[in-house]
């Protein structure tokens, strides 16, 4: 394995898919990428950013910021595993499509994600990410608990 990809949503799945996709790169060797798709923001949360981002005298886009924060998050995370050249990636649209989109561009070998992410009721209406990845994923895809 040389390209191991991880999704993140910050949710406690994904949190650890990511010490998971870490401690795989680590004994394998492999580069790591920690990936995040951004969505819309509840306007509530928008809010929330928005205020915080006026403080920090910022005039990005709330939900860039919010995933800005979850890749700083999450490449913590990782590194504490021991890993030190890490790669972050902001992605948009629909998360399972642009992840699929990210293995290839990323020429990734293995994808983790967590089982859960937010959004537990869309996903069982929709079908979650991780389902769809198992299905569709031109690559391995190991699913975190």
Not at 30 to 51: C, F, G, K, N, S
Not at 79 to 89: C, D, E, F, W, Y
């Amino acid at each position: 394995m040389k390209n191991i990809l991880v999704g993140t949503d910050a949710s406690d799945g994904a949190n650890r898919a990511i010490e998971v996709a870490a401690e795989l790169a680590k004994h394998s060797g492999a580069a790591l990428t920690i990936v995040t798709v951004a969505v819309p923001l509840r306007l509530d949360e928008e809010e929330q950013v928005r205020q915080f981002t006026r403080i920090e005298g910022s005039s990005t886009e709330p939900t860039e910021v919010l995933a800005q924060q979850i890749l700083t998050d999450a490449e913590r995370r990782a590194r504490r595993a021991g890993l030190i050249s890490i790669k972050t990636k902001l992605l948009r649209g629909d998360p399972a499509e642009a992840l699929i989109n990210a293995i290839r561009n990323e020429r990734a070998d293995a994808i983790v994600v967590g089982r859960h992410g937010h959004g537990r009721l869309a996903g069982l209406l929709l079908g979650s990410v991780s389902q769809k990845l198992v299905s569709l994923a031109p690559c391995v895809v190991l699913v975190a608990p």
